[in-house]
């Protein structure tokens, strides 16, 4: 898969400055599936919330404030393709950012796809804490 990374930035919003990142995928070969996913991790001080829509199976946005980046907000708008197979997402409150590969392949669930489509490695949505105490994610990812 090629990637295509496009970054815009406007100064003078009524949210502050705001940054836009446009992600395109292009595959290398046909036909291939391709799973891509994005996260964003809070190792320092504030708070991460999300929410949700699509029957809880897609992640609409990521919020909430850090001392570093004060209000934050992460959009993550989807077009309406046809034979587009599949959205997870995973909240989590982990330990360290370090070896998030191993992490995400230990919650990853099998689901089946569509028809055409093998079954689907997918995000599992919330894992609660071990103490049944609430959920305060400092990591949020987006299949």
Known sequence: MMLETEFLTMANTSLGETWSARIRGN?????????????????????MAYRTSGGQRSLEEVYGHTPEFRQFRLY???????DEAHHSYLAARVASP???????????????????????PSLPGEITPDDGGPLKPNLVAYQ
Not at 112 to 119: A, D, F, I, L, S
């Open 76 to 82: 993550l708008p989807r077009k309406t393709v046809a």
């Open 27 to 47: 595959p290398v070969q046909r036909p291939i599936l391709t799973s891509l996913i994005v996260y964003l991790f809070n190792e320092g001080k504030g708070e």
């Open 98 to 120: 370090t070896h998030l590969d191993s992490f995400f392949k230990s919650v990853m669930v099998v689901e089946e796809g569509p028809r055409t489509w093998p079954p689907l």
